[in-house]
């Protein structure tokens, strides 16, 4: 390259050149570790405080910024990578997404709910009562949350079918214990709300050293409540953490705006097994309604001694029944893109369930009746939407519900791009902003779609007119459907969602007695890939296997038992070329 070549190099270029290289060092670095720490997990504690002290004196030569200092560093010590490829393997696989493009055809039992099982998990852990609970979704985040509380002396199992029990009056006590949660916030705070109320220490730890957002938040809202939380990694976001608590709790306690709301939830499970009476105001609770609607239903169901007046909700020490009858709710979150499958193929979709009389849930119906679509859960133990594929968006584009949880924003997001997929006019949902927050992922999945996002919120059609960088790199920028990391489950499933609607395959033509050439050949639409579809199926265990049978959504035999089991795939890493002595 000439240096007149290299001056008209845009610098946006040079940019993502050096990014690449800070992925190279980064896994290099995590390959260094690994090789220091041999057998063990971590390097010796010792190595561990000699790297953090002389990155942090580094940092402090070039900038003030505590983020620097402390989260990056942290990111970099719990990113993961995959495997390295064995000799002569396909260096980089990931799931294509390509379902058969034909109308639907969907009649099945609805996913439960997972968040509502674990809630009424930690209310019969605490309470020692036997019980049983069938059929539910054994997910990992359900199956992590009996786990925690068995940890914490409770005598919870499943039976391999989805059904959970507690066969002896045992409940969880508060001893000094380490308790895993798993890779859910939920469980943590569920297991945390119910520390709170007794004199006790704990540690609570992950698989993956979980970050939590809100987190700061929690601990310096702590204190008020008698007790404090110790990152046992400086720094950190998130876990691993010790916990320290008195057991002596304000009357009333007023939660500030920024606490999480499962935090607050964790502590309405916990408060019937207080041995006070504890009021809790949540007049500067944003999300104040949501909290009522889902946990005051549920303690009133189970005969704990709840009063609601206005913003506040009193809670005194109860015996916990629990109703041998009581049946799970639809778990909106997964049926939502279960649906969703209408507007990308046509056809229709039946669940069978109850769906639940939450805020969030009524939020995404509201999403599905601005596309023209006419969701019905009228019926007592039916769900059911019918109709065309989505091609027409309303005058404005969708708008937003207030009530629809961050983490779905994806549906009105997915739902946009659907027009856009087969070749209609599409635009952004309302509020969309350029390179903002919560707006950044909904580009970078726009991108995983083919398609872009003009400044004015105008979805089309991905044109990539940047040169691609390295040649070696599969699934470059020169790709518009590039292997994509979702986020999120939701996000993976909305991505899965897209890949039905997307323009269909052509195959290069072959000229009559010989080989096509570039000239003649059709252009190829790259199907959609995912490069971490196991987050998808740790949520919802049949939902690739269904998926895949589609139109009609069958899972597998093997997965209609629901074993709780971390799913993995064939997915392995493009390594850096470093010298020998770094692997």
Known sequence: MSDFETRKRPLRDTVCDIDADIINLIMRRHNMLTRMA??????????????????????????????????????MEEASFFPKPAEGAVKRQAFGLS????????????????????????????????????????????????????AMGAELSDDGHGTISAPSAKRCGTPDKVIVTGCSSYNFYLALGHYLGHPSRAKFTSDSNLPLSGLDAVDAFLPKLGARLVHIIPGSAGLPVRVECSGLLPDCIVFPADVPFEFIEGMLLAAPFYDVSVTFDLSETPQRDRIVRR??????????????????????????????????????????????????LSGSVTLRGNWPDTPEAEAAMQVFTQCGLKPDTSADGIISLKGEKLTKLPEGGIEIPGDLPGDWLCLPVLLSMLPALA????????????????????????????????????????????PRRRKEEEGSLENPHSIWIAPSAPWAAALAVAAC????????????????????????????????????????????????????????????????????????AVLPEI?????
């Open 423 to 466: 070749g209609q006019p599409a635009r952004m949902p309302r509020g969309y902003v350029p390179c903002q927050a919560p707006w950044v992922t909904a580009e970078s999945f726009a991108r995983a779609c083919g398609l872009d996002i003009d400044d004015d919120g105008n979805i089309v059609e991905r044109r990539e007119s940047r």
């Open 501 to 572: 609607a997307r323009p269909e395959i052509k195959e290069p033509e072959k000229p009559y007695g010989q080989h096509a050439s570039a000239a003649s050949a059709k252009p190829v639409t790259p199907g959609f890939r995912l490069g971490n579809p196991y987050i998808m199926s740790g949520l919802f265990p049949g939902f690739w296997n269904g998926y895949n049978n589609l139109p009609s959504f069958r899972p597998a035999k093997e997965e209609e038992v629901h074993k709780h089991r971390r799913i993995r795939t064939n997915v392995t």
């Open 579 to 583: 010298d020998e002595d770094d692997l």
């Open 38 to 75: 041999g057998r063990k997990k971590n390097p010796g504690s010792q190595d561990e405080k000699m790297i953090r002290e002389d990155w942090e004196a580094r940092v402090a030569k070039v900038s003030g910024d505590p983020r620097l200092s402390g989260l990056f560093f942290s990111l």
């Open 99 to 150: 379902p058969r493009q034909e109308p639907v055809s969907i009649d099945m039992k609805a996913p439960l709910a997972c968040r509502f099982t674990r809630s009424l998990l930690a209310l019969a852990a605490a309470s020692g009562q036997p019980f049983s609970l069938g059929p539910t979704l054994m997910n990992t985040p359900v199956y992590d949350c009996m786990q925690a509380f068995n």
């Open 295 to 344: 946990i005051v239903p549920l303690l009133q169901r189970v005969q704990a001694r709840v009063e609601v007046d206005s913003e506040k909700i009193h809670i005194s020490p109860s015996k916990i029944i629990i109703p041998a009858d009581f049946s799970l709710p639809v778990e909106p979150e997964l049926a939502i893109f279960l649906l969703a499958l209408v507007p990308a």
